[in-house]
């Protein structure tokens, strides 16, 4: 007898079906209660303490354990209790159930071991009890000739079509194999038909990714080839990129199954990181195997994935999110109604997940069936464990939706008698009478019958007020906020006075504004908290949404600390944006804010203008970009480290009346990497500048004094070009480089020499040789040099050349014209 044979004599004989519609079975259907006193007496003091366990803590798997190694020791009419009341808590434990079974299978009760059978083997994909049902098959109709045969025969495709999926079925699928060759000729019908039973046996296994997968296709080979070689290279051609694709699948697979943990006794979570763990990689498999690897059809499809929630669920049935995933891939490409059985035996599984509840209420309303979802939401209400205000305030919305306004109201009037019922429903009731119904003066009475019960609540309060000032009814707000303030305690009244301020300021006049500013003020001193006053409440006063009558450093000097609070005048996010002058800025870093100090300079203060962050290089949204430093940053990073910097020559910072002046050509504002204009950066202070000229070598000093004036914070890059162009650069003078702000020597006329150099008599053979070769050098080969060469030849064409154009002319040697 198989097991839809045991299914269907259940059935006949008026017992509930296990299996019919998916029903879940019995010690699947409801919540787990321990009866210690159903279980056979203690034979000694460690038996009563394990009961003593598991009463207390049902989830107790160590007690467990034992409890069942101690029923494999008693007779099965005592050894049952105990494996129906472990069963009763953990119903995925395959091993227990094999267990059970085996122990009525050694007594001889067949009618025990076929309801067992009947109960877990719908529900588990567990390969080992699936062997053992099939042990118990063929040894109680091995005996019974050709129809025994066939119901072995039944058995295994029944089986095979649960477990076969398995990556460790290939054992399985080889004793099915050796079976249809031993018991061919046993069957009349099927004597001469040995190779189309065996074929689609073979072609079924060979395309599982599976261990074992590759010794199957050899002795499909050998199968095909023996049967007839003239068409074995046409099938085997058709398998042949299948099965290679299982054995990708397999591997790919393999990295993702390894870490895996395959519990005996599934428990509910507990908040571990080894079971967000687990979770996360049971999720990343499930999302592997719907990705589809191997392109099969949409039936095997279903078969694998379906395949794979089930075995997932064997080890995580108390978690809520792969029952959610199992039912909402059903319902996509299997039917509402089987995802309905998902969501049953989900709810069997976490009798209290909200989630689910409401998952599978949106299912069965998407299907029409409004009854069902109904009493979805009310079930919640109806267990103490899940009543609350917001399964009052679901309920109401899906009525409205279903039934109209009207129940809706019916639902809003019971919710408040009840005890979980709080502000929330008042609030979604009112909202709901003007979403839904377009009646504001409904909205208005819900809220002024619950203002009589949660007055003293700021969020209700601020919630009517909304209401309110969308109804242009300013007069009661400013009644509300009065009231609210005398009855809410001073501590928490902080959100309202906060709303009063910004109600004023945007619907009062400056006189009043002043005086609930005045107002709150006092109110925080009386509660001992901060509050606000001075400059601090001004810039809230005029802040509008993101931008700030402040920049940065401003806001930071007056309060760092409150510079990441969101009840502070700074910007709580680096969204924010500031008005200085009538130009918005960047917003001002948290770093920056909160650990901006005089020990980040090297002369020790602020400097004379607007101070530059923490960290120059961090944008407005807080990322580092390294390829736009600024003046002062390697200075900065390297002033932070153990070894400081060289001081600047002349007299300390403290004594400078004025910046020292820059080397010539640099002007003021002079950045040596440009930025976007959109995103300015505060100007640096003058002495970083001079200590980082004094670090760099003479040649590119005294390349910097002869660059020309630009002006602008980000000059144009073609500009430039023609400005370095147009500059003729000598050669550095022999000496010591001339420190910043020194005059520059005067030029010596011809042939005369500087104090302590000698004179060189001229040579006239030298120069005239000299001048020939001028005459028949080449044109210079330097890029540089030939744009310059360019550039001053176009500009001689000109009539009325300038003055840069007979400079690049000088410069150039008379051979290139």
Known sequence: MTLADMQTEGAEAGEEPTVAGSKVVASDSRQPQIHVSVLPPARNEKGSELRERVAASQYDTDAWAEL?????????????AIYEQLLSVFPTSAPYWRLYAEAHMDVGDDEAVKAVFSRCLPLLRDLDLWRSYLRYITLTNEDRGGPGIEDIRKAYDFSLQHIGQDVS?????????????????????????????????????VVIPMHGVEGLWRDYEAFENETNKQSAKVTLAEFQPRHAAAKAALRERKPLTDGLARPALAVPPRGMPREAQQLAAWKQLLAFERANPQRLNPTTLAKRVTFA?????????????????????TAEHDSPEAAARVYERALRALPASVPLHYAFAELEELRGNGPAAKALYRSL???????????HIQLMRFVQRTEGMAAARKVFLTATKSPACTHHVFVASAKLELAANKDPKTARNIFEYGLKKYLHEPEYVLQYIDFLQHQNDDTNVRVLFERALNAIAPAASAKVWARFVQFEATYGDLSSLLKVEKRRREAAV???????????????RYRFMDLWPAAPHELALMHPHQAAKSDSPLPASSSGRFENGGSVGPPLPHSAAAHASASDYQDGGLGEGPSPPLNPRETPTGQPQPSRQQPGDGLAAHRRRKTPPRPPPGPPPEARSTPPPLPAGLPPTASFVSRPSSTPAAPVPQFLVDALVQQLPPLVLHFLHQIPPLHGPAPDVDMVIAALLSTDFSSPPEGPPRQPGEAEAPPQPAGVSSPGQKRKQPDLGSALEDSTNNQSRPPPRDVFRLRQLQRAKAASSIPGGTSSAGTMSTGSRSGSH
């Open 309 to 329: 929630h089930e075995q997932c669920l064997l080890y995580l049935y108390h978690y809520a999110d792969p029952w959610f995933e199992y039912a909402a891939w």
């Open 526 to 540: 009386a509660a001992g908290e901060r509050a606000e006053d001075g400059l601090e409440a001004l810039v809230r």
């Open 381 to 391: 209400l109806d267990k103490e464990e899940t009543a609350s205000a917001l399964g």
């Open 68 to 80: 069942a190694q101690e029923a494999q020791g008693r007779p099965i009419s005592e050894a049952s």
């Open 169 to 205: 079925a290939a054992p399985l699928w080889q004793q099915y194999i050796a079976f249809v060759k031993k018991t061919a000729g046993a069957l009349p019908s099927d004597e001469t038909r040995t190779a189309g039973l065996l074929r689609p046996v073979y072609q079924a296994a």
